[in-house]
Each structure stands twice: as structure tokens, then as C-alpha cells.
């Protein structure tokens, strides 16, 4: 149960930054 708490934590934690580091390369890219 812990360790399939902390693999979703950290799946999301992971998944949250690269969506943010996304997001920053897209604006740029757009604007």
C-alpha cells in the first residue's frame, strides 16, 4: 500500500513538472 502511494505520488509529481516544462517550451514557441 505505501509503495503504491508513493509511485502515484511520484507519477504525478513527475507528470505535473513535465506538463509545466510543456507548457513553458509551447508558450514560447507560440509566441
Excluded: E, H, K, P
Excluded at 509503495?3 to 502515484?8: G, K, L, P, S, W
Amino acid at each position: 500500500m505505501d509503495f503504491d502511494i508513493v509511485t502515484v505520488g511520484w507519477v504525478a509529481a513527475m507528470a505535473s513538472f513535465v506538463l509545466s516544462i510543456a507548457m513553458v517550451v509551447w508558450g514560447r514557441n507560440g509566441m
